[in-house]
Every structure is written in C-alpha cells, then in structure tokens.
C-alpha cells in the first residue's frame, strides 16, 4: 500500500514540475532572451521484495534550458555588427545632408557670386552693380560658414552619443558581474540557475550593441567579458568602466578609454570592430574629418583665388589702389599631441607652423608630423598614407613648415590641418563696393593706322610678378611667323626700352608666355588677325571707372581647374579642379559612402535577424509544441491522482474491514 501511495505521490510532484515548466515558458514565450526550460525526468531506483524488484515511480532530476552557446554567439556577434552598421549609416546621412544639390549647393552659390562679376564688368562704375557681388559673396561665404558650423554641431553630437552610451555600457557590466556573482553562489547547489543565465546572455547580448565583446567561461560557472582585442571589461563579479577622453590632438573629438584600478587606457579604435560605439568614432575620425577636409579645400581655394584676383586689379579708391581681401582665409591650424614635452610654464617647449603658400595645391587631408629620430621628421598623409621626409622650410602640397619656437624633440608629433577650420571660418571682410577692383593695371588700345582687323578683348594682370614699372609697353606685329604662316612674329618693347620677340596665334594670349622666355605677370587677349606694322599700346590705367578689365579675368575663374593641384615627382603640376567638378567629386565621395553605409547596413541588419531566428528557433518558445505538452502532462497528472485515488479507497477499505 505504502509502495502503491508513493509511486501516486510520486508521479504528481513530477507531473506538476513539469506543469509549472509549461507555464512559465507560456509566460514567458514573448520575452526577449528567454530560453526555453524542461524539466529532466528520471526513473526512481526500484525496491527490491522477495517477489522482486518494484518500482517507485519517478524522480524530478533537474531543469534545463534549451540553449546552445554557438548561435547565441553568433546572434550576438551580428547583432553587434548590424548596429555598428545601422549606426554609421545614420550618421553618413546626416552628413549628406551638408551637401545639397541644385541652387542650395555650395557649387551654385560660387557660381551666382562669379556671374555677378559679369554685371560689373558690364558696368565697372555702377554701385549696385558691385553691391548685388557683394551680396553673393557674402552669401558663398555664409554657405561655407553654415557648412562648417554643422559640421563641428555633428561632431559635438559624437561627442554627447558616445557619452551617453559609455553610462548604458558600464551599467551593463555592473550587472554582468553582479549576475555573475549570483551564479557563483549557486553552483554548490548542483542546478544551473537558468533564469540567471538567461539575464547574463540578454545582457551581454545588449553590450554588444554598444561595443563588440568577446567571451570566455570560468570554472565557477563565471563569464568573463573582453572588449577591444582583449581588454577586460568584466572578469569574475569585478567591472571594469569605459570613459570618454580628449583625443590627443584635438580636445573636441572623443577617444574611448578604460579604466582600470584608477588608470585610464585609451582603446584603439581599429580594435573595437563591431557596436554604435565603434561606428561613433570611425564615422568622427574618418567621414567626419574628410568632409570636414573637402569642405575646407573648397573654401581655401576659392578664397584666396578670389582674394589674389582682387589684389592683381585697381578699385575705386582715390588714388586707386591694390584690391583688398575679400574674403577671410583661416591660417592651418597645427595641434601639438598632449604628451609633447612642456616648459615650467606649462607651453611646450617646441611648435609647427604651417603657412599657406599656393592655395591651389592644398589637398582635402589632414597630416601627421612626428620625429623618429633626432633631426628626422616623417610627414604622414592621411587621406592617402603617403610618407615623407620633411624639414624646418619645406613646402608640402601647398603649405610651408616652420619649425618654432623649437624644432621637436624625437618622439614628439603633431597633426597639422592645413584646411580643417578654413569652411567654419569663411567670411566676407570686404564691405566697400568700391574694393572691387573691377580695373585691370593696363589698359590697351591698338593704333588708328593699323590695317589688320585685330582688336583687344581683355587685358589683366594673372600673377603677382606683374611689375607696373615696365609700363608703358607696345607691340610691333612683323612678318608671318615661317614655321606657321597663320602665326605671326612681334616685337614687345617695354619701358626701360628692353625688348622681347614672341610669336601671336590666334586664341593664345601675349604676355604671359613662359615657354617662349615672356613671362611679364599679365594677359592680352585679342580678337582678328594683325598685319605687319600693327601696333597696341599698353598703359597704366588712369580712369579706373571705365576699365573692366579685372572683372573679366574674375569671369575666367569658373573654369580654372585650380582645386587640388598637384606637384608631380618631376615638379610639373597636375591640373586639379573647377569649382563645380570639386563639389560634385566632394557630394559623390559622400552620397558612395551613404550607399555603402546603406546596403551593409540592410546586409547586416538581415543576418542578425536570420542569426537570432536560428538561435530563437532552437531556445525559443514554441507555443503549439507547448500546448501538446501541456495535454501530456495533464493526463498524467489525472492518472496518478487516479493511483492515489485508488490506494486511498484500498486504504480506506482496509481499515473499515479491520474495525469490524
């Protein structure tokens, strides 16, 4: 009887184990991270009776969890990708944004203030002719301004989301090490707390999507938690924390450190692969800067190309004078590391300066100066990679070195910005209508006994080494030239009455010949063909207000390829490009970063969800396979209420008999 009772008894506790498994699991089939729990059944050892050996029953072993640490793995290691991914890609459209087409374009807007230069060549005297230029260029100007501005807004956004994700992530590794600490506590009793693994899972699965993580068990049952190639984040029920820095450089731009017993580490960006956080900083150390680089190469070189056309040319002033700066051009900016050696006075002890020299050659990159050994200094590129030996004087890609008040010390370095602040900085500082100089420094006229059909079309100082004191000069045409009859030879007497032989064709400008040894710093452009004994005078220009001449050579602006010059090995210079072809080059390196962002993200975002399928699929909570489980065990559950309804009755009849 006792046997019969013990085997119901038995059999229910089993039953309603299992029961209560099902219902947890039900409950829990929407829960994030749930893994699906069973409860182990096992035969209970037999009693052994002179008839035999008699069975009691069954034996609640344990519960377990439906979990398999591969796709767990897997699913947390996509994740991590999809939201480094998905974050970069929110970023880069941002940035887009800075970039806009049609007539919100920066490329229209130098366009428009160019145009504007043709009115006033068309009235070189007219004040709201020189106003309306005024305007656009000060509209070009606030373009760059506002660009610039919204850059450094979207760096300061890095800077505050890198925060606020450091908080979220250190939060995490406390509570991976206090559940850590929990666990441990338990292993003595020879059950797996399931609902602890669970949380840890979930919790490192939410670490992931801040910073990629790398996990190792313990023999306590413990995880230990490593981030950046092997760093310790958590280790037993100790947690390590993440801080924010200043970058080295540059104190607006964050770096990622660890700390560790009061020591802060910074991390290796290049080591943190996966997480928002490692999008974060990629996105500010790379899109960020070259936006900010190809914004900066733009204004620097419209700047100072239109500021150098100004000061070639007279304005209105009485007496006339050199044209002023129209628009303010930032000087490089060279930031020194912070562990460069400082004097008592906490300034340090050496410096880089960089000036620029040749606007047109300066590229869209930052660069890195450092000395390796005593007197050698290696010049890094950092758009390209490309390295090179420099010293105290030397011009790099537009730029002059200066090394002062010190040259550095070995070990030292510095990051030179040629351009970075010079879009944020932009701004028109002429506000005089008549600082135009509209005039050119000579003006031309042919001579009334000339037979040919030849006429003048522009005349205007192209460089600085136009020297006024070499006017008044004059041109003789001579014969046709014999090498090319439809050439033809002249003589170019200037002032001192020295005199240089050169050779007119048609479409080619006289004056500014340096392969043919005349190189004087301004341009005479014509219209017809000269006959033999025609002559053009060439003056000082004494009424400026009729003289449109400057203004002209402003009109010639829009199709120099004059952005990102470059000096070949062999010192030649590679032509760079117009105004509109760098926009557009600058807008499709960042709408290919935004498509590329785009599709990895959709590509990421796919397996991270096919990968938590796969892993859901296996620890998951299938609610129709619940369902038949739940009939199951409420049949035995009934059935071994049946037992002990039976033995009950027997017992009862037992006793009834005995009492008579």
């Given at each position: 009887?006792?046997?019969?009772?013990?085997?119901?008894?038995?059999?229910?506790?089993?039953?309603?184990?299992?029961?209560?498994?099902?219902?947890?699991?039900?409950?829990?089939?929407?829960?994030?991270?749930?893994?699906?729990?069973?409860?182990?059944?096992?035969?209970?050892?037999?009693?052994?009776?002179?008839?035999?050996?008699?069975?009691?029953?069954?034996?609640?072993?344990?519960?377990?969890?439906?979990?398999?640490?591969?796709?767990?793995?897997?699913?947390a290691a996509s994740k991590s990708a999809a939201m480094a991914d998905s974050t970069r890609a929110d970023q880069l459209s941002r940035l887009e944004k800075l970039f806009p087409t049609g007539t919100d374009g920066l490329g229209y807007a130098a366009s428009q203030f160019l145009n504007s230069m043709m009115d006033v060549s068309s009235r070189p005297s007219d004040p709201s002719a020189r106003q309306v230029a005024l305007?656009?260029?000060?509209?070009?100007?606030?373009?760059?301004?506002?660009?610039?501005?919204?850059?450094?807004?979207?760096?300061?956004?890095?800077?505050?989301?890198?925060?606020?994700?450091?908080?979220?992530?250190?939060?995490?590794?406390?509570?991976?090490?206090?559940?850590?600490?929990?666990?441990?506590?338990?292993?003595?009793?020879?059950?797996?707390?399931?609902?602890?693994?669970?949380?840890?899972?979930?919790?490192?699965?939410?670490?992931?999507?801040?910073?990629?993580?790398?996990?190792?068990?313990?023999?306590?049952?413990?995880?230990?938690?490593?981030?950046?190639?092997?760093?310790?984040?958590?280790?037993?029920?100790?947690?390590?924390?993440?801080?924010?820095?200043?970058?080295?450089?540059?104190?607006?731009?964050?770096?990622?450190?660890?700390?560790?017993?009061?020591?802060?580490?910074?991390?290796?960006?290049?080591?943190?692969?996966?997480?928002?956080?490692?999008?974060?900083?990629?996105?500010?150390?790379?899109?960020?800067?070259?936006?900010?680089?190809?914004?900066?190469?733009?204004?620097?070189?419209?700047?100072?190309?239109?500021?150098?056309?100004?000061?070639?040319?007279?304005?209105?002033?009485?007496?006339?004078?050199?044209g002023a700066p129209m628009f303010n051009v930032a000087s490089p900016r060279t930031l020194p590391a912070a562990t460069n050696q400082r004097n008592p006075d906490g300034t340090y002890a050496s410096g880089v300066k960089a000036t620029i020299v040749n606007a047109s050659q300066l590229q869209a990159s930052s660069y890195k100066l450092t000395s390796s050994a005593p007197g050698v200094y290696e010049m890094t590129r950092?758009?390209?990679?490309?390295?090179?030996?420099?010293?105290?004087?030397?011009?790099?890609?537009?730029?002059?070195?200066?090394?002062?008040?010190?040259?550095?010390?070995?070990?030292?370095?510095?990051?030179?910005?040629?351009?970075?602040?010079?879009?944020?900085?932009?701004?028109?500082?002429?506000?005089?209508?008549?600082?135009?100089?509209?005039?050119?420094?000579?003006?031309?006229?042919?001579?009334?006994?000339?037979?040919?059909?030849?006429?003048?079309?522009?005349?205007?100082?192209?460089?600085?080494?136009?020297?006024?004191?070499?006017?008044?000069?004059?041109?003789?045409?001579?014969?046709?030239?014999?090498?090319?009859?439809?050439?033809?030879?002249?003589?170019?007497?200037?002032?001192?009455?020295?005199?240089?032989?050169?050779?007119?064709?048609?479409?080619?400008?006289?004056?500014?010949?340096?392969?043919?040894?005349?190189?004087?710093?301004?341009?005479?452009?014509?219209?017809?063909?000269?006959?033999?004994?025609?002559?053009?005078?060439?003056?000082?220009?004494?009424?400026?207000?009729?003289?449109?001449?400057?203004?002209?050579?402003?009109?010639?602006?829009?199709?120099?390829?004059?952005?990102?010059?470059?000096?070949?090995?062999?010192?030649?210079?590679?032509?760079?490009?117009?105004?509109?072809?760098?926009?557009?080059?600058?807008?499709?390196?960042?709408?290919?970063?935004?498509?590329?962002?785009?599709?990895?993200?959709n590509v990421s975002t796919t397996v991270a969800s096919n990968a938590e399928s796969s892993r859901a699929g296996q620890a998951g909570v299938n609610l129709d396979e619940e369902a038949s489980r739940l009939m199951q065990y409420q049949q035995s559950y009934q059935a071994a209420a049946k037992v002990l309804q039976t033995a009950q009755t027997l017992f009862d009849e037992l006793m009834r008999i005995a009492a008579r």
């Open positions: 009887m006792s046997g019969l009772l013990t085997l119901g008894a038995r059999a229910m506790f089993a039953n309603q184990a299992a029961l209560q498994t099902i219902g947890q699991n039900i409950a829990n089939a929407n829960t994030v991270g749930y893994s699906r729990q069973s409860v182990v059944l096992t035969t209970s050892p037999g009693q052994y009776t002179g008839a035999g050996f008699f069975g009691r029953g069954v034996d609640v072993q344990t519960v377990t969890r439906s979990h398999n640490e591969f796709l767990t793995k897997e699913a305007g656009r260029a000060n509209e070009l100007a606030q373009r760059f301004a506002n660009a610039g501005q919204q850059l450094s807004d979207l760096q300061s956004g890095v800077v505050s989301d890198l925060t606020a994700n450091v908080g979220i992530v250190n939060q995490l590794a406390q509570q991976i090490a206090s559940i850590n600490d929990q666990i441990a506590k338990t292993r003595g009793t020879g059950h797996t707390a399931n609902d602890l693994l669970d949380q840890r899972d979930r919790a490192i699965s939410q670490l992931g999507e801040y910073v990629a993580v790398t996990t190792l068990p313990a023999d306590d049952d413990t995880v230990g938690v490593f981030i950046g190639g092997g760093q310790r984040l958590v280790l037993g029920n100790q947690a390590s924390t993440l801080e924010i820095s200043p970058d080295s450089y540059d104190p607006q731009r964050a770096v990622l450190a660890l700390n560790e017993g009061g020591k802060s580490r910074p991390l290796d960006e290049n080591v943190l692969t996966g997480g928002s956080m490692s999008a974060l900083l990629r996105f500010q150390n790379k899109d960020l800067q070259d936006a900010k680089n190809l914004l900066g190469q733009l204004a620097a070189s419209i700047g100072t190309r239109v500021n150098d056309q100004n000061a070639l040319g007279l304005d209105l002033s009485n007496p006339p004078g050199k950092l758009s390209d990679g490309l390295v090179r030996t420099v010293n105290d004087g030397d011009t790099i890609d537009g730029f002059q070195l200066s090394f002062t008040p010190a040259a550095p010390a070995q070990g030292e370095s510095f990051l030179i910005e040629p351009v970075g602040t010079a879009a944020v900085e932009m701004r028109r500082v002429l506000d005089d209508p008549n600082g135009i100089a509209a005039a050119s420094p000579l003006t031309a006229s042919t001579s009334v006994d000339n037979t040919g059909t030849l006429t003048i079309d522009s005349v205007y100082a192209v460089s600085a080494g136009f020297d006024p004191a070499k006017a008044p000069m004059s041109i003789e045409f001579g014969d046709p030239d014999p090498a090319n009859p439809n050439n033809v030879q002249y003589t170019l007497t200037l002032a001192d009455g020295s005199q240089l032989s050169g050779v007119w064709s048609a479409g080619q400008p006289i004056g500014n010949q340096p392969a043919a040894g005349i190189d004087l710093g301004f341009e005479l452009r014509t219209n017809g063909v000269p006959r033999k004994g025609d002559k053009i005078a060439l003056d000082p220009t004494t009424y400026t207000s009729t003289n449109n001449g400057n203004a002209k050579a402003f009109l010639n602006i829009q199709t120099q390829a004059f952005v990102g010059q470059r000096q070949l090995p062999d010192g030649s210079i590679a032509p760079g490009s117009t105004i509109s072809d760098a926009y557009a080059a600058a807008m499709s390196d960042v709408g290919a970063r935004v498509q590329s962002a785009n599709y990895l993200s």
